[in-house]
């Protein structure tokens, strides 16, 4: 082959074939390429489908691989003079990469909201409630009280009341699922490995355990399995939960896996199959899912249909009886997401854009309601030119993703946060994200006041039709004593049967194992926080400086350096700064 004069950096260099056979090379660097995508298949795990995004990805990595493997093979990184023939060799998967990228971009503009605005607009029914009717007034024993913050905190101290379980496992706050058990509102968390040598040591027993936080009693349980979770996000390898999905059912678009225990009390794994109904890559939607034990990882698939020649969701997470324990197969993100398309397309895409008559969306956040054995995602719906108020609310099963449409004007679930935590505010208390409550007819948001360690320590009602009306206690009885008494003195008159809700605890905290800290005082300081006093004081021989609020302990102010002192503690509080129980 005669030698052909290339310019490399104003050098010039003669192009030359490198000895030996092509056909040996481009076949070595199929065999490499089969390697490196095998490897990357088990670990991107991308659906065998085209409406995948992540296939496409896929595919253009194996290709770029087996550029970047030929050029090696053929020795041209090492050798200029061989550059040209390896760029002459690798034309076909270039073009194949650029193909690609024009059917990834085609497929976007075929599902364009600009071209398929009214088929977004469609991709959720949305009927028009009435909130009297359709919620019922609660029943105050069952109100959730926590949000997913102080579950997990109470988790984690249950876990560690288990000295077999803590020093190996770790609660895993991600995978934290309010769920209806036994006509309770509960969160139900998995576990997680603490590192990857305690996975090393227990992985073939699986995670023993799992915790279930009542809602509305504030107490945490360890429930110890008789054999070990074995399939789960925490896993590795063949037993990582969406591996293990993925290899049953390698054409299916899986979601966020969600943990759910059946009524018989039972680990199981949601995991959610996507389709995309809107051109390529547009209107996710759910179809079905994969119900997996998480003890043995048996697999059941819950789907009529998967050629899209049935009109999905399936009706069998309506209709049988064996599904009705489930109660996460719509997250949150998807049916907000889509109730955001209706809002918007509803009236066309430049609508949306040029005048935005009738454009609503979500507000800043949601929360999860009780209703009928179901959990439904609540949250406000606002007008796009004004964020200062709610125009109505929605609530949408997530079992079967009913959803239902309340008109509502009334405060922000933020103004309301801000009007409950004003009443409390010499204590610096945080609001928990409202849960929506029908109070005589009155629908009303309902908050945890909880303190920096995420303890819950009152009540919030604030009308959601006038935030400035707030009732707070330090329980149920008391709060919605003061709601009711506050609503009267602005004109609207309530019956509620106080007295049906019995005498509660206050909640200033679960019952915890507590024990003595006794020692001498070495050192003082203090802080304002929230118009609070706070000491911070440090025995003699511990490195640790104890939180007293003056509101507890008011004598703590003449408390002096040399002084003999005892705190109670929780027994598992570690760290620099521990908040003190009590002064004895």
């Not at 069998?316 to 109660?327: A, G, I, R």
């Not at 800290?517 to 300081?525: D, L, P, Y």
Request: hydrophobic share 40%; net charge negative.
């Amino acid at each position: 082959m005669d030698p052909i004069n290339v310019d490399f950096g104003g050098k010039n260099v003669k192009s030359v074939e490198p000895k030996g056979s092509t056909l040996k090379r481009v076949l070595i660097s199929l065999a490499l390429t089969l390697v490196v995508g095998a490897v990357a298949y088990y670990f991107m795990l991308p659906a065998l489908n085209f409406k995948a995004i992540e296939l496409y990805i896929y595919i253009a990595v194996i290709l770029v691989a087996y550029i970047g493997i030929f050029g090696i093979v053929s020795k041209a990184y090492f050798r200029p003079e061989y550059m040209e023939y390896a760029k002459n060799k690798v034309k076909i998967p270039i073009a194949l990469i650029l193909v690609l990228a024009l059917v990834v971009g085609v497929g976007y503009l075929t599902g364009a909201a600009i071209f398929r605005a009214k088929d977004y607009a469609e991709i959720i029914k949305v009927k028009e409630g009435d909130f009297t009717e359709d919620v019922a007034e609660i029943d105050f024993s069952s109100v959730p009280r926590l949000d997913k913050d102080s579950s997990n905190m109470l988790a984690t101290r249950a876990l560690g009341k288990l000295s077999d379980y803590v020093s190996q496992f770790t609660v895993n706050s991600y995978y934290s699922t309010q769920i209806n058990y036994k006509g309770t509102p509960v969160r139900v968390q998995s576990l997680d490995y603490g590192d990857v040598f305690k996975w090393l040591k227990n992985t073939k027993e699986g995670i023993p355990a799992y915790i279930i936080v009542d809602m509305t009693t504030e107490k945490a349980e360890t429930v110890r399995l008789d054999e070990g979770m074995k399939y789960s996000p925490a896993e590795h390898f063949n037993e990582y939960l969406i591996r293990h999905v993925r290899f049953k059912y390698p054409s299916l678009i899986l979601d966020e896996p969600s943990f759910e225990i059946d009524d018989n009390g039972s680990p199981y794994w949601i995991v959610p199959v996507l389709d995309k109904t809107i051109g390529l890559f547009g209107g996710t939607d759910v179809i079905g899912a994969v119900i997996v034990d998480s003890i043995t990882g048996d697999t059941t698939l819950v789907s009529t249909s998967l050629d899209g020649t049935t009109k999905l969701p399936t009706d069998k997470f309506v209709t049988d009886k064996e599904f009705q324990w489930l109660d996460q197969v719509y997250s949150a993100t998807i049916v907000n997401e889509q109730y955001n398309y209706y809002g918007k397309y509803n009236n066309g895409f430049w609508n949306s854009i040029i005048g935005q008559e009738n454009v609503r969306v979500t507000s800043s956040g949601y929360n999860y309601l009780a209703l009928n054995d179901d959990v439904y995602m609540y949250t406000g719906v606002t007008s796009v030119s004004s964020d200062q108020s709610i125009i109505g609310f929605v609530l949408i099963n997530q079992r079967t993703k009913e959803a239902s449409y309340y008109q509502q004007a009334g405060a922000l679930e933020e103004t309301a946060r801000t009007s409950a935590q004003g009443k409390v505010q010499q204590y610096g208390y945080r609001a928990t994200f409202p849960i929506l409550l029908n109070v005589s007819g009155e629908p009303t948001y309902f908050m945890a006041l909880k303190d920096s360690s995420e303890l819950v320590k009152m009540y919030a009602m604030v009308n959601v039709e006038q935030s400035t009306v707030v009732g707070v206690g330090s329980n149920l009885t008391e709060c919605i004593e003061n709601y009711a008494a506050e609503l009267e003195k602005n004109g609207v008159n309530v019956d509620v049967d106080v007295d049906s809700m019995g005498n509660e605890e206050t909640p200033d905290a679960p019952k915890v194992e507590t024990v003595d800290v006794k020692g001498t005082v070495e050192e003082i300081r203090s802080v304002i926080t929230g118009g609070e006093t706070y000491f911070y004081i440090k025995l003699v021989d511990n490195a640790t400086y104890y939180k007293v609020a003056v509101k507890d302990a008011e004598r703590i102010v003449i408390l002096n350096v040399g002084d003999e002192i005892t705190f109670v503690v929780d027994k598992d509080a570690t760290g620099e700064i521990v908040t003190v129980n009590s002064v004895k």
